[in-house]
C-alpha cells in the first residue's frame, strides 16, 4: 500500500492492450495461438507456418506459405560488420553476442531507418507497414543465424553458411553442427521453436512493447527484448534448471532439493511456478512427452529425465506447491532433449529468443496500430524542501 493509491507490484494482472495474437487460460492451462490450441499446432505444423500465423493472423495458403517460406530463406545471413559483432562477443554468454548483433544488424538496415523516420514523422500507413513486415521477416529469419554463428565461433570453429534448401529448424542445426541434422532432433527444436513462439505479455514482449512505444525501432526493441528473456526468472530458467539437474545428478536427491526450495528466501526451483498458469503449462506437458520418447530412443545417461521426473513428482504431491497453485512451466522439461542433441545449456535461452522473435514483432506491429507511449507513475515517499548544506558542514 501507498499514500498515493495501490502499488500494482510487477503489474501483476495489469491490462496494457487489447490482443488477438495468444490467449492464456491459466486456471485451465490452455494456450491459443491466434485461435489454434497449441497441442493441435505442434502435432499438425512446423514453426515456419506457426510464425506465419503468429505475424499475419491466419494460416498461409500453399502460395502464401512457398512466398514466405522462399523470403524467409533468402534472408538468413548477415551484415560482414555483425559478424564481426559476434566475433568479439565470441568468448561472452550467447544471449550478450545475441543481443548485440541485433542492434548492430539493426544498426545498418536502411529499411530500419526508413521505418523509424516515418514514424518520427507519424506515417504508418500501408507503405510502411509493409516495410514493418519485411524487417520482422528479417528478424525471424537471422536470430537462428546470430545463434549458430556464436555457437562455432565461440569454439573456433568456421561459421556454416546458411543452406536454402532446408527448413527452419534443419537450417539451425546444420548452422549448429555443420552436418545434415538427425530428423528426430529437428522435430525437436522445431517443437521447441513452436510452442515458445507467443505467450501474451510476458517480461520480455512488454519490454519489446516499451521500447517501440518511444518509436524507437523493431532491432532495438528486439535487442531490449534478448536483455529481458536473458533473466533466470523468465528465459533463464531452462538453462538454470539442466543445470540444476546435472549438478543434483541423482533422482534420490530430489525430495531434498524441492524441500529447500519450500524455505523463505530459498532456492526457487527453476522451470516451476509462473505467474498466469495456476496448472499444468500445457507446453511442459508436450515436452515432458516428447523428451520420454527421445531418452527412449538415446538413453538418460545423466540421469535427467530420471530426475526431473522425481522432481516433478515431489511438486505435484508437496502441500507448499499445491498452496500456492504452482506446477512445472515450459522450461522444466524443455532442455533435456537439448541437452542429449549436443546444444550446449548457454544455449538454451538464446534458442528460447530464436523462437520468440516472431511473438515480439507481432506484438509490436499490434500495438503500433494504436500507439501509445509507456510511462507509468512511482508514489514519491520521500522529504521535500530539504536546505542545502555545505560539505564543509555535514
Ligand atoms: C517463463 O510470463 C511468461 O509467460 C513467461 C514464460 C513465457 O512463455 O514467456 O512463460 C516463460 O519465464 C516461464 C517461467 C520461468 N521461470 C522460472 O521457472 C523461475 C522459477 N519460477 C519463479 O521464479 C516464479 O514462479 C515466477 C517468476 C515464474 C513467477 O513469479 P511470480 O508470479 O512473481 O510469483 P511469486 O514470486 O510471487 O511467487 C508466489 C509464491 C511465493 O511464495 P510466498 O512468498 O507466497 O510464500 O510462490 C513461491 C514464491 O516464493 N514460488 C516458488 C517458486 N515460484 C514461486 N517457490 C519455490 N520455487 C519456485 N519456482
Same mark, same amino acid.
Given at each position: 500500500?501507498?499514500?498515493?493509491?495501490?502499488?500494482?507490484?510487477?503489474?501483476?494482472?495489469?491490462?496494457?492492450?487489447?490482443?488477438?495474437?495468444?490467449?492464456?487460460?491459466?486456471?485451465?492451462?490452455?494456450?491459443?495461438?491466434?485461435?489454434?490450441?497449441?497441442?493441435?499446432?505442434?502435432?499438425?505444423?512446423?514453426?515456419?507456418?506457426?510464425?506465419?500465423?503468429?505475424?499475419?493472423?491466419?494460416?498461409?495458403?500453399?502460395?502464401?506459405?512457398?512466398?514466405?517460406?522462399?523470403?524467409?530463406?533468402?534472408?538468413r545471413?548477415?551484415?560482414?560488420?555483425?559478424?564481426?559483432?559476434?566475433?568479439?562477443?565470441?568468448?561472452?554468454?550467447?544471449?550478450?553476442?545475441?543481443? =548485440?548483433?541485433? $542492434? %548492430?544488424?539493426? &544498426?545498418?538496415?536502411?529499411?530500419? #531507418?526508413?521505418? +523509424?523516420?516515418?514514424?518520427?514523422?507519424?506515417?504508418?500507413?500501408?507503405?510502411?507497414?509493409?516495410?514493418?513486415?519485411?524487417?520482422?521477416?528479417?528478424?525471424v529469419a537471422k536470430m537462428p543465424t546470430i545463434v549458430a554463428y556464436?555457437?562455432?565461433?565461440?569454439?573456433?570453429?568456421?561459421?556454416?553458411?546458411p543452406?536454402?534448401?532446408?527448413?527452419h529448424s534443419?537450417n539451425f542445426l546444420?548452422m549448429m553442427?555443420?552436418?545434415?541434422?538427425?530428423?528426430?532432433?529437428?522435430?525437436?527444436i522445431?517443437?521447441?521453436l513452436?510452442?515458445?513462439?507467443?505467450?501474451?505479455?510476458?517480461?520480455?514482449?512488454?519490454?519489446?512493447?516499451?521500447?517501440?512505444?518511444?518509436?524507437?525501432?523493431?532491432?532495438? =526493441?528486439?535487442? $531490449? %527484448?534478448?536483455? &529481458?528473456?536473458?533473466?533466470?526468472? #523468465?528465459?533463464? +530458467?531452462?538453462?538454470?534448471?539442466?543445470?540444476?539437474?546435472?549438478?543434483?545428478?541423482?533422482?534420490?536427491?530430489?525430495?531434498?532439493?524441492?524441500?529447500?526450495?519450500?524455505?523463505?528466501?530459498?532456492?526457487?526451483?527453476?522451470?516451476?511456478?509462473?505467474?498466469?498458469?495456476?496448472?499444468?503449462?500445457?507446453?511442459?506437458?508436450?515436452?515432458?512427452?516428447?523428451?520420454?520418447?527421445?531418452?527412449?530412443?538415446?538413453?538418460?545417461?545423466?540421469?535427467?529425465?530420471?530426475?526431473?521426473?522425481?522432481?516433478?513428482?515431489?511438486?505435484?504431491?508437496?502441500?507448499?506447491?499445491?498452496?500456492?497453485?504452482?506446477?512445472?512451466?515450459?522450461?522444466?522439461?524443455?532442455?533435456?532433449?537439448?541437452?542429449?542433441?549436443?546444444?550446449?545449456?548457454?544455449?538454451?535461452?538464446p534458442i528460447?529468443?530464436v523462437s520468440?522473435v516472431?511473438?515480439?514483432?507481432?506484438?509490436?506491429?499490434?500495438?503500433?496500430?494504436?500507439?501509445?507511449?509507456?510511462?507509468?507513475?512511482?508514489?514519491?515517499?520521500?522529504?521535500?524542501?530539504?536546505?542545502?548544506?555545505?560539505?564543509?558542514?555535514?
Amino acid at each position: 500500500q501507498s499514500p498515493c493509491g495501490p502499488i500494482i507490484h510487477g503489474l501483476e494482472d495489469v491490462l496494457i492492450k487489447n490482443t488477438s495474437i495468444s490467449d492464456i487460460d491459466g486456471d485451465k492451462g490452455i494456450l491459443w495461438y491466434r485461435g489454434y490450441r497449441i497441442e493441435d499446432l505442434a502435432q499438425h505444423s512446423t514453426y515456419e507456418e506457426v510464425s506465419y500465423l503468429i505475424l499475419y493472423g491466419k494460416l498461409p495458403t500453399k502460395k502464401d506459405f512457398e512466398d514466405y517460406v522462399s523470403r524467409l530463406r533468402k534472408n538468413r545471413d548477415l551484415r560482414p560488420e555483425t559478424i564481426e559483432v559476434i566475433r568479439n562477443l565470441a568468448k561472452a554468454h550467447p544471449m550478450f553476442a545475441l543481443e =548485440a548483433a541485433v $542492434a %548492430a544488424e539493426g &544498426a545498418y538496415d536502411e529499411d530500419n #531507418h526508413k521505418l +523509424a523516420e516515418a514514424l518520427r514523422l507519424g506515417r504508418y500507413k500501408a507503405e510502411e507497414k509493409e516495410l514493418a513486415y519485411k524487417i520482422a521477416e528479417k528478424l525471424v529469419a537471422k536470430m537462428p543465424t546470430i545463434v549458430a554463428y556464436h555457437y562455432r565461433l565461440s569454439r573456433n570453429l568456421d561459421i556454416v553458411k546458411p543452406r536454402e534448401d532446408l527448413s527452419h529448424s534443419a537450417n539451425f542445426l546444420y548452422m549448429m553442427f555443420g552436418k545434415e541434422p538427425d530428423p528426430l532432433a529437428v522435430r525437436g527444436i522445431d517443437l521447441y521453436l513452436m510452442l515458445h513462439a507467443d505467450h501474451e505479455v510476458p517480461a520480455s514482449t512488454f519490454t519489446a512493447h516499451v521500447v517501440a512505444s518511444t518509436l524507437s525501432d523493431l532491432y532495438s =526493441a528486439v535487442a $531490449a %527484448a534478448v536483455a &529481458a528473456l536473458k533473466g533466470p526468472l #523468465h528465459g533463464g +530458467a531452462n538453462e538454470m534448471a539442466v543445470r540444476s539437474y546435472l549438478e543434483i545428478g541423482d533422482p534420490s536427491k530430489a525430495r531434498d532439493v524441492v524441500e529447500a526450495a519450500t524455505k523463505p528466501g530459498g532456492p526457487k526451483l527453476m522451470g516451476v511456478g509462473h505467474r498466469v498458469y495456476k496448472a499444468y503449462d500445457p507446453r511442459a506437458k508436450i515436452f515432458r512427452e516428447f523428451s520420454k520418447n527421445y531418452v527412449a530412443k538415446f538413453g538418460d545417461p545423466k540421469n535427467l529425465y530420471a530426475i526431473a521426473s522425481a522432481i516433478e513428482h515431489e511438486v505435484l504431491n508437496h502441500p507448499y506447491f499445491q498452496q500456492r497453485r504452482l506446477y512445472p512451466n515450459v522450461d522444466f522439461w524443455s532442455g533435456i532433449a537439448f541437452y542429449y542433441m549436443g546444444v550446449p545449456y548457454e544455449y538454451f535461452t538464446p534458442i528460447f529468443a530464436v523462437s520468440r522473435v516472431v511473438g515480439w514483432v507481432a506484438h509490436i506491429l499490434e500495438y503500433w496500430e494504436n500507439n501509445r507511449i509507456f510511462r507509468p507513475r512511482a508514489c514519491y515517499v520521500g522529504p521535500h524542501d530539504l536546505q542545502y548544506v555545505p560539505i564543509e558542514q555535514r
